[in-house]
């Protein structure tokens, strides 16, 4: 059974940068699709990125254009998330995920392909 735990969230200030972690256990081969999503008020799950079956990291829309970053091992034992310049639309519970499902660039941020997901951490951006 694949076990998630995030950590790192917490209160942070407008202008920061976000950092949290997502320790996976239960991983039996390293083409595991793992990825975070954030539930923020009032807004549908959204995918933030993730690495995929062959080991590709993506970005969703939300962190392009140098607003975060993702980091991963092909162990698929953690993955990270970075998030520049922070706003309070950041703010939100933030999930990571993971499925053995063979996903790829098209569909690794579809929230309907996991299988497993983490209790979430709460971010809350100051104004």
């Known amino acids: 059974q694949v076990h998630l735990v995030e950590s790192g969230g917490g209160s942070v200030p407008a202008g920061g940068t976000l950092k949290l972690s997502c320790s996976v256990s239960g991983v039996t081969s390293s083409t595991y699709s793992i990825v975070w999503f954030r539930q923020a008020p009032g807004n549908e799950l959204e995918g933030l990125g993730g690495i995929t079956t062959d080991g590709t990291l993506i970005l969703g829309d939300s962190l392009q254009k140098g607003r975060g970053a993702i980091g991963g091992n092909c162990a698929r034992t953690s993955l990270y998330l970075q998030v520049n310049r922070l706003t309070p639309e950041d703010t939100g519970v933030y999930f990571c995920?993971?499925?053995?499902?063979?996903?790829?660039?098209?569909?690794?941020?579809?929230?309907?392909?996991?299988?497993?997901w983490g209790q979430g951490t709460q971010v809350t951006v100051g104004s």
């Open positions: 995920a993971a499925t053995p499902s063979r996903l790829w660039p098209w569909n690794i941020l579809q929230q309907e392909q996991y299988s497993s």
